[in-house]
């Protein structure tokens, strides 16, 4: 069974930082490209990072370029979103998602998606 959970969500202060883990059991790995997306009341599902394999390909929504890093360990099958500069809009629960690519996460074709972590940004 496939489980992907999430953890480190929280509530922060605007220009804070908080670092979101996704630990996965159940696949194999290091044969899934991965990523993190966020939905707000009342808005839609919306992309946020994605990265290969082999974390040597990464890629992000404009909205968190430069303050947003995704990274993922293999060996700990775990992946990590380090956002920092958070501002309110940012506030949303935070799924981690796995693909057989990148194309598939950022398109929203994801073969499992975890529970979700909510993450509040104050003003």
């Known amino acids: 069974q496939v489980q992907l959970v999430e953890s480190g969500g929280g509530l922060v202060q605007a220009g804070g930082s908080l670092r979101l883990s996704c630990a996965a059991s159940g696949l194999t790995f290091r044969n899934y490209a991965l990523g993190w997306f966020r939905q707000a009341p009342g808005k839609e599902r919306e992309f946020v990072a994605a990265?290969?394999?082999?974390?040597?390909?990464?890629y992000y929504a404009d909205s968190v370029k430069g303050r947003f890093t995704i990274s993922r360990d293999n060996a700990k099958t775990t992946e990590y979103l380090q956002m920092n500069s958070l501002k309110p809009e940012d506030t949303a629960v935070y799924y981690c998602?796995?693909?057989?690519?990148?194309?598939?996460?950022?398109?929203?074709?994801?073969?499992?998606w975890g529970q979700g972590t909510q993450v509040t940004v104050s003003s």
């Open positions: 998602n796995a693909a057989p690519t990148v194309q598939a996460v950022r398109g929203g074709q994801y073969d499992y």
């Open positions: 990265i290969s394999w082999s974390g040597g390909d990464t």
